[in-house]
């Protein structure tokens, strides 16, 4: 390690996006030169009554998190997780009601229109969306976006594919939204093989979420290798290194 005292008039610790930049003509030090460490600094959010501890990516590199942000960014067949927020409008909480009720899936559904007929999707053919809740509102619009694609009313039309070709190349999991009507109109829409399980786990209570897995288990609107591709083998698919976690439990019902 060189002595800083002796090699620098100016020191920039920290290696991130400014900190790099500023180092440029300077001494820089950051974790990465310090140690032989992981990229990530592990960290875990405290949490709080409403909300569990998680994991905080934090990028321990050169470049920081924005380093990591960027290595996920350009990997080939990247897999994106989209997840709605908690509506920042007062009123949206003026009756008391739970995000999860209105404001998640409204939150989904209107992430999914702005990068759809921003072309988003039609510039990132390799990256694989999930959308969380079954994609909040869009099964049920699904028509609506259908009328808007047939009037153009949306420049760029020529760049991409119509909403319900777009539909049928993201991924959609079953948060929140596992009952039997749901599957239906996710085979309809977007296609069954385009599901996988979610729960909303931790912050759905445990014994719920066992028992909505259970109602995927026993749902008569699945045969036994949609169950088999919901209940993992989509998911192992979509991130490779989850099939070593994956339970190899068999599910009997055909």
């Given amino acids: 390690m060189f002595d800083v005292s002796t090699t620098a008039d100016v020191v920039v610790v920290g290696g991130g996006s400014a900190g790099a930049v500023l180092a440029a003509p300077a001494a820089l030090l950051d974790a990465s030169t310090l140690a032989d460490a992981d990229h990530d600094w592990g960290y875990i959010s405290r949490g709080n009554d409403q909300t569990p501890r998680i994991p905080t990516p934090r990028g321990k590199v050169l470049g920081g998190s924005s380093a990591v942000n960027a290595g996920v960014a350009v990997r080939a067949r990247a897999a994106d997780f989209v997840h709605p927020n908690p509506s920042p409008d007062p009123s949206a909480h003026a009756l008391g009601l739970p995000d999860s009720l209105i404001d998640y899936p409204a939150d989904t559904t209107r992430a999914i229109a702005r990068l759809h007929y921003s072309n988003a999707f039609a510039r990132t053919p390799d990256v694989k969306y999930v959308f969380s809740h079954a994609g909040g509102t869009v099964p049920y619009l699904a028509g609506r976006f259908g009328i808007v694609d047939a009037m ?72 036994g290798s949609e169950r088999t591709a919901i209940l993992g083998g989509t998911a192992t698919e979509l991130i490779p290194r989850l099939a070593n976690l994956r339970s190899q439990r068999p599910l009997s019902r055909p």
């Fill in 152 to 223: 153009r009313v949306i420049p760029g039309a020529e760049h991409r594919a119509t909403a319900a070709e777009t539909f049928r190349r993201l991924y959609w999991d079953t948060a929140l939204s596992w009952g039997d009507p749901v599957l239906r109109m996710l085979r309809e829409v977007m296609g069954i093989d385009r599901v996988v399980f979610g729960s909303d786990y931790p912050y759905l209570r445990r014994d719920l979420a066992v028992a909505y897995r259970q109602r995927i288990e026993s749902s008569p609107e699945l045969t």
